[in-house]
C-alpha cells in the first residue's frame, strides 16, 4: 500500500538481478513491457526519479502498450472503483498526498527516458488518451533518446480486433530485433 511504481519496479529488477535468473539470461539484453497499469510498471521502472533503472540504462528495450502516465489525468477518467484502488495503491487522495501523484507519473519525468521505448497506443482510448503517449514521445525526443510509435485507429484501452493485436506483436518482435540482437558478423 502506497508503494505503487516502487515496489512493482523494483521486484521487476530484482528478479533480473536474481542470482537464479541471472545466471541463465543476458541481463544485458533484457526488456521490460506492459499494458495499461504494466505499462505504467514499464514506464516508471525507466522513467522515475525513485528508480535505479531510470539513473543507467538498465533495460535494454521496454515496450509500453497503453500504459498510464499521468496519474491524475487517470484519476478524472477513470471509474469509482479503479479510483479507489488507486487511491490506496498510491497512499492516498492527490489532495492528501499531490507529492506523490506527481512523482509517480512517468509523463512528467519522460526526459530520463535511456531505454529505447516502443509506444503502442489506440487512438480512440479514453482511458489513457493517446495524448499522454504523445507527451513521453516528444520527453524521448527533447532528450534525444530513442522511440518508436505506432498508433492504431479505432482502438480503445487495450486490443479489440485480431487484426490490431497481430500488428501489435509484429511491431513488438521487431522492435526487439531491432533494439536487443546483436547482428550476425560474418566470418
Request: proline share 4%; glycine share 8%; with cysteine.
Amino acid at each position: 500500500q502506497g508503494n505503487w511504481g516502487i515496489t512493482d519496479v523494483s521486484d521487476c529488477i530484482g528478479a533480473i538481478q536474481s542470482p537464479p535468473i541471472s545466471s541463465l539470461i543476458d541481463t544485458k539484453r533484457t526488456a521490460i513491457r506492459g499494458g495499461s497499469a504494466g505499462g505504467f510498471t514499464t514506464l516508471a521502472a525507466i522513467s522515475l526519479d525513485s528508480s535505479a533503472a531510470s539513473k543507467v540504462k538498465f533495460f535494454a528495450s521496454a515496450t509500453n502498450s497503453y500504459g498510464i502516465s499521468n496519474m491524475e489525468l487517470f484519476a478524472e477518467d477513470t471509474h469509482k472503483f479503479e479510483l479507489m484502488y488507486i487511491i490506496k495503491l498510491l497512499g492516498g487522495t492527490r489532495e492528501e498526498i499531490p507529492k506523490v501523484w506527481h512523482d509517480r507519473s512517468p509523463v512528467y519525468f519522460s526526459t530520463n527516458i535511456k531505454t529505447p521505448l516502443l509506444v503502442l497506443q489506440g487512438n480512440d482510448d479514453a482511458i489513457v488518451p493517446p495524448a499522454q503517449s504523445w507527451t513521453i514521445i516528444d520527453g524521448i525526443i527533447k532528450s534525444k533518446g530513442r522511440v518508436e510509435a505506432h498508433f492504431f485507429d479505432g482502438e480503445q484501452h487495450g486490443w479489440r480486433t485480431s487484426g490490431t493485436l497481430k500488428k501489435a506483436i509484429e511491431f513488438e518482435r521487431e522492435w526487439y530485433e531491432k533494439s536487443m540482437v546483436r547482428p550476425t558478423v560474418a566470418t
